[in-house]
Each structure stands twice: as C-alpha cells, then as structure tokens.
Nanobody, 117 residues
C-alpha cells in the first residue's frame, strides 16, 4: 500500500511563504505525475499545480508566478513553494501521485494552510 505523507502547512500572514512537502513510500512502482490540489472552505477540490516525470509543470492561473512545484525523484517527494500568499489561498492542500503502469492515483491526507490578513 502506497502512503503519502504531507508536511509544511500552518498559519501564515498574507504576503508570507510556506513550503509543502509530500513523500511517497517506496513501493517498487514508478512515479509518473505528481501534483497538488486544494479544497478551500465550502468549495470543491481544485488543481493547484502538477509536474510530470519529465519535470513539465502546469499551474492554476490563480497561483501562477507565486507558487512553484518541484520534485526530488531520489526521495519520491514533491514540493510546493508558496510565496506571496493571499487570504484566498486558505485551504486544505492535498498531494496527488500517479504511479505504475496502471496509472493508479494516490492522495495524501491533506495539510491545512490558513492565511491571516
């Protein structure tokens, strides 16, 4: 069973920065795509950023220029550097990993990011 362990969430003032990490347990499966999603209070889960095995990235328009996704394949870890945070960035952030030939999707448990104005 693959486990994703997230860390790095917390309370931060508007304009501040946070770095989220998500480490996938080693399973013998190849990691294809990795990504971050978020669910703001009272809203549906939405894409934040994704990164492919070839390190191609994709960002939601709302975070472009502020957030940076990266991955360390040796550590099976994906990161999300979040700068210039805004109150609307308040959400539970979930990491997402696509693994194996069957492209099975795994989700982290979520980490809360709260902005104070």
């Amino acid at each position: 069973q693959v486990q994703l362990v997230e860390s790095g969430g917390g309370l931060v003032q508007a304009g501040g920065s946070l770095r989220l990490s998500c480490a996938a347990s080693r399973s013998g499966l190849s990691i294809i795509d990795m990504g971050w999603y978020r669910q703001p209070p009272g809203k549906q889960r939405e894409l934040v950023a994704t990164i492919t095995s070839g390190s191609s990235t994709n960002y939601a328009d709302s975070v472009k220029g502020r957030f940076t996704i990266s991955r360390d394949n040796a550590k099976n870890t994906v990161y999300l550097q979040m700068n210039s945070l805004k109150p609307e960035d308040t959400a539970v952030y979930y990491c997402n990993v696509v693994m194996g030939a069957s492209r099975t999707i795994y989700w982290g448990q979520g980490t809360q990011v709260t902005l104070s104005s």
